[in-house]
């Protein structure tokens, strides 16, 4: 069936350094996606989000890139955080206005 | 910001009882509330959609005879898992959506564990 899927299961950056995170989809249909954030415990926290008819948003310290032709989204965070650390899970919004999630990246900042 | 609130956030339950959860947005109305399930060191997946005055929309296999949704308000939708074992031991994540807005707002979910 029609998954969203991520491309690394972990990610270690330096203090400073900027992360990118990836995410790709399946389903063509899909018009909303979200970056979400999960700390340890805790539900997902809204990160960013982008529409289908936007290949870019920028936020603070974050940026969604989308490029529908290969079904590819990536978060981007400059100047990562130790604060960062976390999951990071993209999702989408399918065809019944649900939102489903990708496997998700564990982003650990090296101080 | 919308606040969805999750009541209990940690359940320790015998096999064989029953737990319900709750799901209120606390400063809007949620026609429509989402429920997930995530497995520790997984991502979340959707169990089933519930609509204000309707019946539930349940994934496919999840079992709705077991987890019995009900969303009597536009601000409360409960989760009751229903003669609970230990393999339903998970983190429960509710949602809701703002109407006209395809942001999803989260509760801080439910840890249950069945002994």
């Known amino acids: 069936g029609e998954s969203v899927g991520l491309h690394l299961p972990t990610l270690s950056v330096q203090e400073g350094d900027n992360s990118i995170i990836n995410c790709a989809y399946s389903?063509?249909?899909?018009?909303?996606f979200i970056w979400y954030k999960q700390e340890s415990g805790k539900g997902p926290q809204f990160i960013i989000d982008?529409?289908?008819?936007?290949d870019k948003r920028q936020g603070q310290r974050v940026t969604v890139l989308l490029n529908k032709t290969v079904k590819h989204l990536s978060l981007q965070i400059a100047a990562t955080q130790p604060g960062d650390s976390a999951v990071y899970f993209c999702a989408e919004r399918s065809n019944n206005n649900d939102m489903r999630f990708g496997a998700g990246t564990r982003l650990t900042v090296k101080p | 910001g919308a606040v969805v609130s999750q009541h209990p956030s940690r359940v320790i339950c015998k096999s064989g009882t029953s737990v319900k959860i709750e799901c209120r947005s606390l400063?809007?109305?949620?026609?429509?509330m989402f429920w997930y399930r995530q497995f520790p060191k997984q991502s979340l997946m959707l169990m089933a959609t519930s609509n204000e005055g309707s019946k539930a929309t349940y994934e496919q296999g999840v079992e709705k005879d077991k987890f019995l949704i009900n969303h009597a308000s536009l601000t409360l939708s409960t989760l009751t898992v229903t003669s609970a074992h230990p393999e339903d031991s998970s983190f429960y994540i509710c949602s809701a959506a703002l109407a006209g807005a395809g942001e999803l707002f989260f509760g801080e979910g439910s840890r249950l564990t069945v002994l």
């Open positions: 982008i529409r289908s008819n936007m």
């Open positions: 389903n063509s249909a899909s018009d909303y």
């Open positions: 400063d809007f109305q949620a026609t429509t």
